[in-house]
């Protein structure tokens, strides 16, 4: 499975969130993550940490506390 894609609800600001795939992939995918709903001027950053064929991290800060909704996606695809 070179794609796998899904929502983490409730994320807590300024906290590290792990996230593991229901099945692992054959090579370290690429993660790309995107807020779920606009934060207008709230958002500060948004990154991924520690990639593996079983999961990843997730974290966010903002300027107020909030939790958040995040879509993820991972692939592999075009990796040799």
């Given at each position: 499975m070179p794609t796998k894609s899904g929502k983490l609800s409730g994320v807590a600001h300024n906290t590290l969130t792990t996230h593991t795939f229901a099945t692992a992939f054959a090579a370290t995918p690429h993660v790309?993550?995107?807020?779920?709903?606009?934060p207008g001027s709230d958002t500060k950053r948004l990154w991924v940490e520690q990639e593996s064929t079983t999961g990843?991290?997730?974290q966010f800060a903002l300027k107020t506390s909030a939790s958040k909704d995040i879509f993820w996606v991972a692939t592999d695809e075009g990796d040799p």
């Amino acid at each position: 499975m070179p794609t796998k894609s899904g929502k983490l609800s409730g994320v807590a600001h300024n906290t590290l969130t792990t996230h593991t795939f229901a099945t692992a992939f054959a090579a370290t995918p690429h993660v790309v993550v995107i807020l779920a709903a606009d934060p207008g001027s709230d958002t500060k950053r948004l990154w991924v940490e520690q990639e593996s064929t079983t999961g990843f991290k997730v974290q966010f800060a903002l300027k107020t506390s909030a939790s958040k909704d995040i879509f993820w996606v991972a692939t592999d695809e075009g990796d040799p």
